[in-house]
């Protein structure tokens, strides 16, 4: 089993929409969590870490669901500068564990 | 403040051939992780250093290798190359505080032909 599940997509969603992401995580002793963010040919980016408490950045919200090993992404009033894949990550120890991303456009 | 970076940014080699990638970990990060990155796929742990000794590694076969250096760098080599070796290779450095996450590098593109 894989140690992290996403849906690939691909997701097609007007601007100004929300969009929501899932992810799942097979090993209960993952203890770090994060979504980055991935544009066309270029390198991951770290878009926000993910706590139990849920966090929010402007028009991001993360959560983080230890009980279900489920992580979530909303993206509230879509831009088209959106457009990237989304990719959920677990860290166990040092090591970092990725999703195989969730590719997200934004269609004017 | 300079990030991670990378060299060489493209590179083509031919079946067989062997080639080292090369990273410089953002300041003051000790720590460099390397990743395959396969076209649609999510990056592949491929090993970690740490203190100059690989601290760990992924499913990788001992064809990959690689070495950090004093000052935190550090090289990927891949002999004997595959056409399925064909990638983004991505270096990422940390800090002693994973939950800050990691930052890549931009990336080596490998070509195999």
């Known amino acids: 089993r894989k140690e992290v599940e996403q849906d690939p997509g691909p997701f097609n969603v007007p601007e100004g929409a929300t969009v929501a992401f899932n992810c799942t995580y097979s090993?209960?002793?993952?203890?770090?969590f994060f979504w980055y963010r991935q544009d066309c040919r270029k390198e991951p980016k770290l878009l926000m870490s993910?706590?139990?408490s849920g966090n929010e950045d402007g028009r991001f919200t993360a959560q983080l669901n230890r009980a279900s090993q489920y992580i979530s992404l909303l993206i509230r009033d879509s831009k088209l500068s959106d457009s990237a894949t989304y990719l959920c990550?677990?860290?166990?120890?040092?090591?970092?564990?990725f999703g195989t991303g969730t590719s997200l456009t934004v269609i004017p | 403040d300079a990030g991670v970076t990378q060299s060489p940014t493209h590179l083509i080699k031919t079946r067989g051939q062997q080639v080292t990638l090369r990273c410089s970990p953002k300041?003051?990060?000790?720590?460099v992780s390397w990743y395959q990155q396969a076209l649609g796929q999510g990056p592949q742990f491929i090993f970690q250093?740490?203190?100059?000794?690989?601290?760990q590694r992924g499913n990788f076969p001992d064809r990959f290798s690689g070495h950090q250096f004093p000052n935190y760098s550090s090289e990927l080599n891949v002999n004997a190359l595959l056409l399925g070796d064909s990638a983004l290779y991505l270096c990422?450095?940390?800090?002693?505080?994973?939950?800050?996450?990691?930052?890549f590098g931009s990336g080596t593109r490998l070509t195999v032909v």
């Open positions: 090993n209960s002793a993952s203890q770090s």
């Open positions: 993910v706590y139990s």
């Open positions: 250093y740490y203190e100059e000794e690989e601290r």
């Open positions: 300041s003051g990060h000790d720590t």
């Open positions: 990550v677990v860290t166990r120890g040092n090591q970092f564990y």
């Open positions: 990422a450095s940390s800090g002693d505080r994973v939950e800050y996450g990691y930052t």
